[in-house]
C-alpha cells in the first residue's frame, strides 16, 4: 500500500506545502528558479534544464507518479505564503525504512535557519508519521552551506563517494558526502 503524504506541514515560521502539479505551482516553481540560476547551477543539473514554465509543470507531472507510488514526496518551502524553495524525501524503501532528503532555497532567503526549520519539520513527518528509520543527505563537497545545514541538524557524516558524479558547472568530477541521522537519533533530541 502506498503511503499517504500530507498535503501541508507547519513549522513556527514557515509551512510546508506538497507541490501538486498545476500550472499555476509551474509558474510559481519556474519563477523561483529563473530567478536564482546562479545560486543553484553549481549544486544542481536541473536549473539548465528548466528553461520555461512548461518544463517545471513537465517536472511537476512527473515527480506526481512517484509521490502516487509512495516513493517520493515533495514539499514548497513557504513563509508568509512566499514561495522560497524546495525540500523533499525520496527513493523511500519501504522494507528498510529509509530514504533521502533533498533540498534548495532562494538565495535571498538563505542564512536565516528557514532550511534548518524545513528540514526539522520534514524530519518529523519521516521518523514519527511515516516511521522511517533513516534518512541520509547527499552532498556535493564543494557545498559549504549544505554541509554546514547537515551538520548544525546532527546528522552524522558516513564518508564521501570519491569522483561519483560529473559537474558540468566546475567541468570536473566532484566529491558527494553522504550524511545520515537515524530515528534513535532523532528521539534522542
Not at 528540514?119 to 516511521?131: D, G, H, N, S, V
Request: charge should be positive.
Amino acid at each position: 500500500m502506498a503511503i499517504k503524504f500530507k498535503n501541508q506541514l507547519k513549522g513556527k515560521r514557515l509551512t510546508l506545502k506538497r507541490t501538486k502539479p498545476s500550472l499555476k505551482m509551474a509558474k510559481i516553481m519556474f519563477k523561483v528558479i529563473d530567478e536564482n540560476r546562479k545560486h543553484l547551477e553549481p549544486w544542481f543539473p536541473w536549473p539548465k534544464l528548466t528553461l520555461k514554465v512548461e518544463d517545471s509543470l513537465k517536472y511537476l507531472f512527473d515527480k506526481e507518479e512517484e509521490t502516487e507510488k509512495g516513493k517520493k514526496i515533495e514539499y514548497g518551502i513557504y513563509i508568509n505564503n512566499e514561495y522560497i524553495g524546495n525540500i523533499s524525501i525520496f527513493d523511500i524503501h519501504d522494507k528498510n525504512k529509509s530514504a533521502e532528503i533533498g533540498y534548495w532555497l532562494s538565495s535571498a532567503h538563505t542564512r536565516n535557519g528557514y532550511m534548518t526549520e524545513a528540514l526539522k519539520i520534514l524530519e518529523k513527518e519521516a521518523f514519527e508519521r511515516l516511521k522511517l528509520n533513516r534518512l541520509q543527505i547527499k552532498i556535493d563537497e564543494k557545498n559549504k552551506a549544505s554541509l554546514g545545514l547537515a551538520k548544525k541538524c546532527g546528522y552524522t557524516c558516513e564518508g564521501k563517494y570519491r569522483e561519483d558524479s560529473f559537474s558540468e558547472y566546475f567541468n570536473e568530477f566532484v566529491n558527494s558526502v553522504v550524511y545520515s541521522k537515524l530515528r534513535s537519533e532523532y528521539k534522542k533530541r
